[in-house]
C-alpha cells in the first residue's frame, strides 16, 4: 500500500507539473544520469547518500569528464539531442553560450519557479545564469570570488606591503618591480593576467565583458584601453614569467617561489594547498584585489537539458534543488572541495571564520565573502568564448610585436561586430 501511494503521489504530482508520465513497475528502480567535471563529480557521488534517504528508489549515475571534454560533450549532445544527461554542470562561461541556444530549460517558468528562490543565492551568480530574454537557464551551486593570492615571504624580503600591492593598479606593478629587482620572482605568471582583471572592473549595468545587452562591441572602451597598457607595462618591465596557467611551468612556478602573485578565484588556494604546491604551506596570504576591485572568476551552475527524458525532469529538478538550496548540502561541498557556496543563508557558518593554516592562520574566507557580497553581475553573451580569443591574439602582437594598443583593439572590434550579427 505505501508503494501505491507513492506512486500515486508521484503520478498526481508529474500531472500537475504538466509533464506526461512515463509508466513503470510499481517499485522498480529508477535513473538519474549527471553529467559532471572534477570536482563536481565528487562533490555530487558525496550528495548520493542524503539523496536515497529521500528517494530509495531513484539511483544517481555519474559521468565525468574532464572539464574541456564535458563541455564539449555537452555541446555536441545539446544539439544533436542524443545522450542527454538528466542534469549537466555547466562552468559560467559556458552558461550564456548554451542559454543562447535554447537547448536548456527555463528555470523561470512553471513547474520549476526558481524565482522564488532568488533572494536565497548570492545575487551576482543568479544574474549570471538569466539570460537577455529573462530566461533563468540554470541554478548556481558555487561561486568563484576574486582574490589576490601572494607569497608574504617573497614579498617582505623584497620590502614591499599589502598596502602597496593593493593600493591601485599602478601601485601593484611599481610593487612588482622592486620585488622582481630584490628576489628575481615574477609579479605574475602572464601579462595576460592582468588583461583578464582590468578588463572585469568598472562594467556598468548592462555591459558584459566584450557585449552590451544589445550586442554591442565593447572592446575599445577605457577599461579595455587601461589593461592592455597596464599588461604592456608588466611586459615592458619583465615583470612576467610568460607562462600559461594549469602548465607544468605554472605549477613549478609556485612550487619553487618564482610566481609572487596570483589573481585567481578563492578556490585556488584550495588548489595550492592540495596538489599544485603543498611544500609552500604557511606561505601564502589572500588580500581583495587591487584598486578596489571585486570580480567573480568562474562558478558552476546546475541545469536541465530541455531534450533530456520528460519522466525524469521533476527528480532532476529534485536533486538540483538539494545541491543548490540545502545548506548542509552546500557546506559539505564548501569543506571538502573548497567549492565556494552560492547560497547566502551557509555564509552565517562559524566555519567562515576559521584559520586557514596553508595562508599562515589568515581567516580568509571573510575577505572572500565580503567579496562574493560586492561583485556585480556581468551580462554574458554567446560570443564571449570566440571575444577572448580574439583579444588574446591582439594583446599578444602588442606584447610581443609592439602593435598600438588602439589600433589592436580596432582590429578586434570590426571582427567581433562581423561576428555579433550572425
Known amino acids: 500500500m505505501t508503494t501505491r501511494r507513492a506512486g500515486l503521489r508521484n503520478a498526481l504530482a508529474l500531472s500537475a507539473l504538466g509533464w506526461a508520465l512515463v509508466a ?15 570536482a563536481v563529480d565528487e562533490i555530487v557521488r558525496a550528495a548520493v547518500p542524503r539523496w536515497k534517504k529521500l528517494h530509495p528508489n531513484v539511483d544517481i549515475k555519474v559521468v565525468s ?8 560533450a555537452m555541446t555536441t549532445a545539446l544539439s544533436t539531442t542524443v545522450y542527454l544527461p538528466d542534469v549537466m554542470a555547466l562552468e559560467v562561461g559556458y552558461v550564456g553560450r548554451f542559454a543562447q541556444g535554447g537547448g536548456l530549460e527555463d528555470l523561470s517558468r512553471e513547474p520549476f519557479d526558481i524565482a522564488r528562490f532568488r533572494s536565497r543565492f548570492v545575487a551576482y551568480a543568479y544574474d549570471q545564469a538569466t539570460a537577455r530574454s529573462g530566461a533563468v537557464v540554470a541554478a548556481p551551486t558555487d561561486i568563484g570570488p576574486g582574490t589576490l593570492l601572494y607569497r608574504a615571504d617573497i614579498v617582505a624580503r623584497a620590502g614591499v606591503d599589502e598596502a602597496e600591492l593593493t593600493r591601485s593598479w599602478d601601485s601593484y606593478v611599481a610593487a612588482g618591480v622592486k620585488i622582481k629587482e630584490a628576489t628575481g620572482a615574477y609579479l605574475m605568471p602572464h601579462a595576460r593576467d592582468m588583461k583578464d582583471i582590468v578588463i572585469r572592473t568598472g562594467i556598468q549595468p548592462g555591459e558584459g565583458l566584450y557585449f552590451d545587452n544589445q550586442s554591442r562591441v565593447l572592446v575599445t572602451s577605457p577599461r579595455f584601453v587601461r589593461a592592455f597598457e597596464l599588461a604592456r607595462d608588466v611586459r615592458r618591465n619583465k615583470l612576467d614569467a610568460k607562462v600559461a596557467a594549469w602548465s607544468n611551468e605554472w605549477s613549478e612556478g609556485f612550487k619553487r617561489g618564482t610566481l609572487a602573485t596570483q589573481f585567481s578565484g578563492a578556490w585556488l588556494a584550495g588548489h595550492l594547498k592540495n ?10 596570504r589572500a588580500a581583495q584585489l587591487p584598486d578596489g576591485a571585486f570580480a567573480a572568476y568562474g562558478g558552476t551552475f546546475l541545469a536541465i537539458p530541455r531534450g533530456s527524458p520528460v519522466a525524469n525532469k521533476p527528480l532532476a529538478w529534485q536533486f538540483i534543488q538539494l545541491l543548490t538550496l540545502q545548506r548542509e548540502q552546500q557546506l559539505a561541498a564548501f569543506k571538502s572541495q573548497d567549492a565556494f557556496p552560492a547560497l547566502l543563508e551557509t555564509f552565517d557558518d562559524p566555519f567562515f571564520d576559521q584559520p586557514l593554516p596553508f595562508l599562515g592562520g589568515q581567516p580568509a574566507r571573510l575577505l572572500w ?16 568564448s570566440f571575444a577572448s580569443e580574439v583579444i588574446d591574439t591582439e594583446l599578444d602582437k602588442v606584447l610581443d610585436r609592439g602593435k598600438d594598443i588602439a589600433v589592436a583593439l580596432a582590429d578586434a572590434h570590426r571582427l567581433l561586430e562581423k561576428r555579433a550579427r550572425r
Do not use: C
Open 275 to 284: 596538489w599544485l604546491a603543498p611544500e609552500t604551506a604557511g606561505h601564502w
Open 24 to 38: 513503470g513497475p510499481v517499485g522498480a528502480q529508477q535513473m538519474l544520469t549527471v553529467a559532471a567535471f572534477p
Open 369 to 384: 565573502r565580503d567579496a562574493a557580497r560586492r561583485i556585480a553581475a556581468v551580462d554574458v553573451h554567446k560570443q564571449d
Open 65 to 72: 569528464r574532464q572539464s574541456d571534454d564535458h563541455h564539449t
